[in-house]
């Protein structure tokens, strides 16, 4: 890996922790959000000349900390500061001190903190869920907006909305008491499914799985569980997270193509992983209060315990998505459910249930992608090249773009 790529993967890595230590201390979203980004520009700067820092973390909060303090300085320059906030001025050599400084434990848990902040009662859901993935995840509004399958204007002012909320309502940034906690849990855990889907698979940019955004969705999930050890819908989620990640190493071949579920090496899988899911599953399931992530954790831990591929018990996972479906009804669920009918009875059964979600699907790369392989089984050729064409032109990344032209050029030329 290089010096650049490097860095940019510790940026993102740190993101969430040092903007929630940051908004702890200044209370305010914008100068949080502007700080760290200070910071990040001054690591671009001093990490490839002086090598990194031997704790990021602890670099970025205090050099953000006090690349704000400055401009606050700048804009008061009659209010004193504390003697205790004076700046950095040299960045060759200061993280060993600044670790001396930092208290691990007091940043350790900010994140979580933060979550629930953003997902406060006195905001819209959709604007409590943008806003926390915005502020804690760092994901831009382009990749939001796919997230929620909304268009890119309309998501820049939903979060543009919620920051305005946030700072009409003097929305306190204290930790939530126990019962606050439980009523924007939902919330929470949406915001956790979403930063671990963007991870798993990256809507732009030039990778196609970003695995820090999924490890610090498991790392957040495990934390929340340690808060409520109790919650199924919660255990299923983490389950759910788990059992996904595990295939992580198996998802890409050696130059970066997509490898299909059905296609991977299941040695390859994180047997460790998949344990902790499973056990996670099967704990859920016992206080039977059946819910949206512990049906997706349940189908997750079908997959993942077969041997093979042609061992997978799809009779099982279509009666998970039909659950799935009466639960949590979406044209997504009905989607990846056509996959089991089709293992099940074949591509016209599952042409039957993709072919109504056109519309409601129409820019989702993964609808038209099923349907191209649907239409070439039948041998619809023209119209299986129609498809692939247009989730090409849907796809986020090198690799979703990669897979389709292999559909392509194995469907060969439209007639």
Known sequence: MTDTAWIATTLTASRPRAVAALLRYFRELDTAEEAFQEASLRALQHWPASGPPRDPLAWLIFVGRNAALDEVRRRNRHDALPEDDALISDLEDTEARLVEQLDHAHYRDDVLRLLFVCCHPELPLTQQIALALRIVSGLSVQEIARAFLVGESAMEQRITRAKKRVASAGIPFDTPGRR???????????????????????????????????????????????????????????????????????????????????????????????????????????QRRPGPYQLQAAIAATHAQATRAEDTNWAEIDRLYVALETLQPSPVVTLNRAVAVHKLHGPQAALALTEPLAGALADYFHFHGLQGTLLMQLGHGEEAHAAFARALGLARTAAEAAHIRTMLDRLGAPH
């Open 180 to 286: 606050e906690r439980d009523g924007r849990l939902a919330a929470v855990c949406t915001t956790v499914y979403l930063l671990f889907n963007e991870g798993y698979s990256a809507s732009g940019g030039t990778e196609h799985v970003r695995a820090a955004l999924c490890e610090e969705a498991i790392r957040l999930a495990r934390l929340l569980l340690a808060i409520f050890p109790d919650e199924p819908e919660l255990m299923g989620l983490a389950a759910l997270l788990l059992l996904q990640h595990a295939r992580a190493d198996a998802r890409l071949d050696a130059g970066g193509m997509v490898v299909l579920l059905e296609d991977q090496d299941r040695a390859r899988w994180n047997r460790t992983l998949i344990g902790e899911g499973l056990a996670l599953v099967e704990g859920a399931l016992r």
